[in-house]
Nanobody, 122 residues
Framework: QVQLVESGGGLVQAGGSLRLSCAAS????????MGWFRQAPGKEREFVAR????????YYADSVKGRFTISRDNAKNTVYLQMNSLKPEDTAVYYC???????????????WGQGTQVTVSS
């Protein structure tokens, strides 16, 4: 089993920045593609960003493209989400996930973290 623990969430003013981290333990981290998803109250979980096993390929939702950057450090078993120019609509619980291959579909991911709250004030 793979355990994922997110950190770095918090309260930030619109236009500010946060960096989320997801630390993994268990099976070799480099085996998995990683994704970030978010879920606001009353809404379905939505795709935010993904990164391939080696880190060579990334993809972003249109809503965050140009503002968010996903990266990974396999030596540290950690994936990151750098969030800049935050907007109130970015407010959500953010989850990292691990799966066998890159995908924007939440159902393709096998392991999920507990989530970290990001709140952006206007």
């Amino acid at each position: 089993q793979v355990q994922l623990v997110e950190s770095g969430g918090g309260l930030v003013q619109a236009g500010g920045s946060l960096r989320l981290s997801c630390a993994a333990s268990g099976r070799t981290f480099s085996v998995y593609a990683m994704g970030w998803f978010r879920q606001a109250p009353g809404k379905e979980r939505e795709f935010v960003a993904r990164i391939s096993r080696s880190g060579g390929s990334t993809y972003y939702a249109d809503s965050v493209k140009g503002r968010f950057t996903i990266s990974r450090d396999n030596a540290k078993n950690t994936v990151y989400l750098q969030m800049n120019s935050l907007k109130p609509e970015d407010t959500a619980v953010y989850y990292c996930a691990a799966g066998p291959g890159v995908s924007s579909w939440s159902g393709s991911y096998d392991y999920w973290g507990q989530g970290t709250q990001v709140t952006v004030s206007s």
